[in-house]
């Protein structure tokens, strides 16, 4: 359970208190308009299809829960108590971190800074800050950290000015810089975000898990979330840390993770340092049949996960260590247009890598894990099954049933938000419309970006990646990128049709009818 100080930002009860009247009056409404009839004949294959993918999705869902309880409840704490005890009589040689940042607010990036500092200077161990920025107030803004905490003797920063063509090659510059320090054996390496704060004892209550485990070749933490922004978008990035740490807790049973989170992760430096781990950071790429050679953009998070993941390095998550992060929607006033972007860039991270990921097999990483990387690509499609059988089955059976699914929906996503809550350590009523949400937006931004991964953007820093230069093959791409999307879709809405029998082809008396009128020859 997080401390009080570490709660997230939360929405208002004003907001809360007129969700649960719109949530009353939809209930009354749709209870009300329910068919009486609704168990008829012409309604199994509404049931049967909404049934079979909800059983299917739900019950891995169901998996997922029951993995991160026992993960939090039974293996952690173990692994807390070994960490615990070795890390009260040993530390690491030296520590370096890993800091990018580009152009943040002074004040966010003091706040950082002064955090980081002070967690440096506690733990006690000779630490080396590498500072990648973009901007000379930058220096004088930890400059005047450290002042304020004294210059600690343990603790140096050193400053790298980045290129300003992404993060990847701030990330590789400081990493070979990092190599040539020539890190003693057993040191570790901090790579994290320059608007993310580290509370009290991170350092302290992380570190010591490598000590303990060697085979251990990363680790991320809990996160929570210090919004700029209005009610929507403060639940809206809770929520999402709450399905983050549901399903990091449940693949961190397996010893492996899905990603590990720059915003705060941590790496045994010798692997952090080795030259193919700093190639792939600064020009990962896949060749692709359609779009050819690509550079990622982002997603330096997917690449460290895959180089470890390949070479069968294990990776776990502390759910009870947490980090700040100062988050803000690119354009306070405009949310779903802003959480369709993040959600773009980040799913289009995913979809680069995750096919690979898959190709190695289960060896490297485990039957679970493989298993969980197959069914993100599967879940974007079977997520989107549930509407379209409810919007075939309105349109051309009864307008009536779109009641039924609405209240079916109501009552999953009820359930879905009590047990995120339950492990979450709290509730909001935005979480229920907030999670439909996610996952059809996030179906259909999945299925769209997954016919056109190569385009990549990049919004604090003004970056956008991956078509032709040429404007003919440009327009070339995106007409093929439409048209296989397009056939995908047409594919799975004619077996949906076929399946519910919404639209059955006619018998010979009506065949005979439409040819009486001349309708059909």
């Known amino acids: 359970m997080a401390h009080s100080s570490l709660r997230p930002s939360a929405a208002s009860w004003v907001t809360e208190f007129t969700v649960l009247l719109l949530g009353l009056a939809l209930l009354t409404v749709l209870i009300a308009e329910l068919p009486r009839n609704i168990f008829s004949p012409e309604s199994q294959s509404f049931f049967f299809v909404i049934g079979a993918i909800g059983i299917w999705r739900y019950s891995w869902w169901f998996v997922l829960a029951l993995r991160s309880v026992w993960y939090n409840r039974r293996v952690f704490p173990q692994l807390r108590a070994e960490a615990d005890a070795i890390g009260a009589v040993e530390q690491p040689p030296a520590l370096y971190v890993l ?138 990035y809770d929520l999402r840390y709450a399905q983050r740490h549901l399903v990091m807790s449940s693949m961190s049973l397996s010893n492996r993770l899905l990603v590990l989170t720059g915003r705060y992760s941590v790496f045994r430096a010798e692997l952090a340092t080795d030259p193919s781990f700093i190639e792939l950071v600064e020009s990962d790429h896949v060749e692709h049949w359609r779009f050819g050679n690509f550079k990622f953009l982002s997603g330096d998070d997917k690449s460290t996960w895959y180089w470890l993941l390949k070479r069968g390095w294990k990776m776990i998550y502390l759910p009870d260590v947490y980090v700040s992060g100062f988050e803000e929607l690119p354009n306070r006033k405009r949310f779903f247009a802003s959480t369709i972007e993040l959600m773009r860039r980040w799913y289009g991270n995913m979809l680069r890598t995750s096919n690979r990921a898959i190709q190695l097999g289960p060896r490297p990483m485990g039957m679970f894990t493989w298993w969980s990387l197959v069914d993100q690509r599967l879940s974007m499609w079977t997520t989107l099954v549930g509407p379209m059988v409810a919007l075939l089955v309105t349109l051309f059976v009864r307008p009536s049933f779109i009641f039924a699914y609405l209240l079916w929906i109501l009552f999953t996503r009820t359930l879905a938000t009590l047990v995120l809550a339950w492990q979450r350590g709290r509730f909001s009523l935005l979480w229920i419309p907030l999670l439909y949400y996610n996952q059809i937006g996030g179906a259909l931004l999945k299925t769209y970006v997954s016919f056109r991964f190569n385009r990549q953007k990049w919004s604090r820093q003004g970056i956008s990646t991956g078509e032709p230069s040429d404007p003919v093959a440009a327009r070339r791409q995106r007409l093929m990128g439409h048209f296989i999307h397009g056939v995908y879709v047409s594919c799975m809405l004619f077996v949906l049709i076929i399946t519910t029998g919404v639209l059955m082809p006619p018998d010979l008396v009506s065949l005979t009818i439409l040819q009486d009128w001349g309708i059909v020859p």
């Open 99 to 236: 800091c990018t940042s580009y152009r943040i607010e002074p004040e966010v990036t003091f706040a950082v800074y002064d955090a980081l500092v002070r967690e440096a200077r506690d733990y006690g161990v000779p630490t080396t800050i590498f500072a990648a920025i973009a901007d000379r107030t930058d220096v004088d803004v930890i400059s005047h950290v450290l002042d304020e905490n004294g210059w600690p003797d343990n603790v140096e920063v050193r400053y790298m000015f980045q290129k300003g063509d992404g993060k990847r090659s701030a990330m590789a510059e400081v990493l070979r810089a990092i190599s040539r320090c020539m890190p003693p054996e057993g040191s570790l390496l901090v790579s994290m975000d320059g608007d993310i704060r580290l509370e009290p004892g991170t350092l302290e209550r992380s570190l010591p898990f490598f000590l303990c485990q060697e085979a251990l070749g990363a680790l991320t933490t809990n996160n929570n979330a210090l919004v700029t922004g209005g009610d929507a978008t403060k639940e809206w």
